[in-house]
């Protein structure tokens, strides 16, 4: 009975549909851009640019795409900034034809598309592969930046590090296999990675489910931006930056070491502010997301960028939609699912998927806790 379900209905496709309503639903909209030379890339932006706010850009990391990462976010930041949410190449709607992999082509495809939409000036938070592409922007555009955040982002990282055991993973290519997990036991090593605490009883067919609608896309082209990260890098050759960092790191990341932190904070020395959150592993955004906003909001929002009046109605019961609809399972979001789920209930003839619906193992069961940098 459960195969059958789990083939009528999908929980990962539900979710990334629920998350593309609560975009909409914020104010932003989805636009694909054509860069020229068979590169095109998807982003979220606001629906009305408002010149009096300052820029904004969230950069994902590796998986599953932009809104499973930043989707609980929106709210904190949708009043203060005119959002902009982009899949880099190779993930969600982002792709190119050319044969560069580099971190430095991701930033420069990503100023492309921001000046396409007429940004100049701009914030940017980067988390773990995000990181990356936003540290290189920073150091190809300094005049672009205003304020940098880099979250987990091994930057500092060099080649001998993986001869050195710095890492969990041994090689390139083990590490391939489990940031681009393409069997549930692959997935589990990544979440047992990734997480503190992970969730720990959690169905093969949930989690086949997760690959087939999240992991399936573009995988060698993958495998190839994580080869360019460690291909030949050496601190010695890592660009300096100048602007006002901060630097957030899981004092348990098992992906990329604290160390590597400590190293980036003395590779951009002064101007930069580090926060390492306890009790956190790489996966930081989802496992500590109050700490995560909360130094975020310290860091990125000041009087410049406070709202000049009120809000008015419309953006209040669009702040309110976007925060409920985002976390739909509590609260009165929670009854109507499960009422929903239950009607459901006697055509699949189960209540596990409804149990699984509404339950939280520690970390969170339904596939947010899926969505790894």
């Keep these: 009975m459960l195969s059958k379900f789990s083939k009528c209905f999908s929980f990962a496709a539900s979710r990334d549909w629920l998350y593309r309503h609560s975009f909409m639903v914020a104010g932003l909209r989805s636009v694909v851009t054509d860069l020229g030379d068979g590169t095109t890339m998807h982003c979220w932006i606001p629906k009305l640019h408002n010149p009096c706010k300052p820029s904004l850009v969230l950069v994902h990391g590796f998986g599953a795409n932009a809104m499973w990462q930043y989707g609980e976010y929106l709210r904190h930041f949708i009043t203060h900034f005119n959002l902009y949410v982009p899949d880099l190449l190779f993930f969600g709607g982002s792709f190119t034809s050319r044969p560069e992999r580099t971190e430095s082509f991701q930033a420069l495809c990503l100023m492309k598309l921001m000046e396409a939409h007429g940004v100049n000036r701009l914030s940017l938070v980067g988390i773990s592969y995000g990181g990356f592409v936003g540290y290189s922007l920073a150091a190809q555009f300094p005049e672009v930046i205003e304020k940098l955040v880099l979250c987990c982002a091994g930057v500092c990282l060099e080649e001998i590090d993986m001869k050195n055991g710095l890492f969990k993973v041994s090689s390139l290519e083990e590490a391939s296999s489990i940031l681009l997990p393409q069997t549930p036991d692959k997935l589990r090593e990544l979440m047992r990675l990734s997480f503190v605490r992970p969730a720990r009883v959690v169905p093969s067919w949930f989690l086949e489910d997760f690959i087939h609608v999240m992991c399936t896309d573009h995988i060698e082209q993958k495998r190839e931006l ?27 990341d098992q992906v990329f070491p604290l160390e590597l932190g400590y190293r980036l904070k003395r590779h951009i020395g002064e101007n930069t502010q580090m926060v390492i959150i306890k009790n956190a592993g790489h996966a930081l955004n989802i496992e500590k997301p109050k700490e995560f906003a909360r130094h975020l909001k310290s860091f990125l929002i000041n009087e ?3 709202p000049s009046s009120p809000p008015s109605l419309k953006e209040q019961i669009q702040k309110t939609f976007s925060f409920d609809f985002i976390r739909y399972w509590s609260g009165w979001g929670a009854l109507a699912w499960g009422v929903a789920l239950l009607l459901l209930e006697r055509i699949f ?17 339904w596939p947010s806790s899926l969505s790894i940098q």
């Design 304 to 306: 410049d960028s406070r």
């Design 349 to 365: 003839e189960t209540k596990l998927f409804f149990l699984l619906s509404l339950t939280r193992c520690g970390s969170p069961l």
């Design 226 to 252: 994580l080869e360019a990260i460690l291909k030949d890098r050496q601190l010695s050759s890592l660009p300096k930056i100048n602007k006002p960092t901060l630097i957030m790191w899981g004092e348990q």
